[in-house]
């Protein structure tokens, strides 16, 4: 991957993500992490990865939001980075902080279960020993 491309989708990530923070006051877009943003090799495309905390009702109001939002944060990404040619921006969903969030609460839950089973485990073998 060039440098070039790297430098831009970084650029672009923290435009829209400021954008998202600061300028976009739209009610249904709710708490919106960008995730990542791969840009066209010819530069023509950049799809954004965004994820969205709480339930699937949250998700789509965000993405209508975002849909709505999309010629503005073009327009801004364009000037920001001051390109000849403004990539078209695609929104899509990245599930990828959801998955890591319920992997940890899985880990969670495992550790808690096995901690649970030593204590019995101790506890048995106390009253083994009387």
Known sequence: MSHRKEKLEE??????SELLIREIKDPRI??????GVDLAKDF???RIGISVLGDARDFRKSMEGL????SYIQHRVGKSLGIRI???ILFFPDSSIA???AMVHLLNT???SEKKEECQTDSDDDANHE
């Open 67 to 70: 849909q709505s939002a999309t």
């Open 99 to 101: 998955e890591g969030t």
């Open 86 to 88: 403004t990539p078209k």
């Open 11 to 16: 650029q672009i990530k923290r435009i829209v």
């Open 30 to 35: 709710g708490f919106v992490t960008v995730t």
């Open 44 to 46: 023509s495309t950049a």
């Open 110 to 112: 495992l550790e808690a």
